[in-house]
């Protein structure tokens, strides 16, 4: 079965470090890899994907992923976090093909001041 | 990317009474889809909607509960069906638009059941 893993519920971090948000997947076929934030009574925004290619993917508002596919990952990363990246952020995975996107539970980013 | 607007943007219901969401996108696309987010959970895909054709609904959902329309490329209504408090959710229409995989999110519709 096809599945996506967001191990940590909660991640904290101070303003001005860096920032990683933790993604793994289990999919049968080259996965296409989403990763989205969800503010306040807000809707998903897209921040970046991977379909193939270089394994680093640089997205909206200086966020970054890696792809390991040994490691079956995809992480999410920013160099130096801001207060307003405070909010709900998703991992999701699609196989090609099929459009349909399985989403990981959710990881709560606290950024401290 | 697609702009989608979604009416109502919220609503409280009555047990036992339906509620109909429109989404409407801004431009014609390929893909429409309903999700459910229930509290403090993740999405959940409740199905694809097709252009002049029924609905495909993923396992767990079905046709009576939530049927669904999409009459043409820029629009779609989910309806939610003899309501209970389970049914309390956040309910969320996407879209791809072309070849590209993403997909594009509407502000969601936030459903009370009391």
């Known amino acids: 079965a096809q599945s996506v893993a967001q191990p940590e519920d909660q991640v904290n971090v101070a303003e001005g470090n860096p920032l990683t948000v933790k993604c793994t997947y289990s999919?049968?076929?080259?996965?296409?890899l989403f990763w989205y934030v969800q503010y306040p009574n807000r809707g998903l925004q897209f921040l970046l994907k991977?379909?193939?290619?270089?394994?680093l993917v640089k997205g909206s508002y200086g966020f970054e992923a890696e792809f390991n596919k040994s490691q079956t990952s995809f992480h999410l990363k920013k160099p130096s976090a801001l207060v307003s990246d405070s909010a709900l952020y998703f991992c999701?995975?699609?196989?090609?093909?099929?459009?349909?996107?399985?989403f990981g539970t959710g990881t709560r980013l606290k950024v401290l001041a | 990317s697609a702009v989608i607007s979604q009416k109502p943007s919220r609503d409280i219901c009555q047990r036992g009474t339906s509620l109909t969401i429109q989404c409407q996108v801004d431009?014609?696309?390929?893909?429409m889809f309903w999700y459910r987010q229930q509290p403090g959970q993740s999405l959940t895909l409740i199905a694809t909607?097709?252009?002049?054709?029924?609905?495909?609904?993923e396992s767990g959902f079905v046709i009576d509960k939530f049927p669904i329309s999409r009459p043409n490329l820029t629009f779609s209504t989910l309806t939610v069906s003899n309501m209970s408090p389970e049914d309390s959710s956040i309910y969320l229409c996407?879209?791809?638009?072309?070849?590209?995989?993403?997909?594009?999110f509407g502000p969601g519709t936030r459903l009370t059941v009391t």
């Open positions: 996407s879209v791809t638009a072309g070849a590209a995989y993403e997909q594009y």
């Open positions: 999919v049968s076929g080259n996965p296409y």
């Open positions: 991977y379909i193939t290619g270089d394994n």
């Open positions: 999701a995975v699609s196989v090609k093909g099929t459009y349909k996107y399985i």
């Open positions: 431009s014609q696309v390929t893909m």
């Open positions: 909607a097709n252009q002049g054709s029924e609905a495909t609904y």
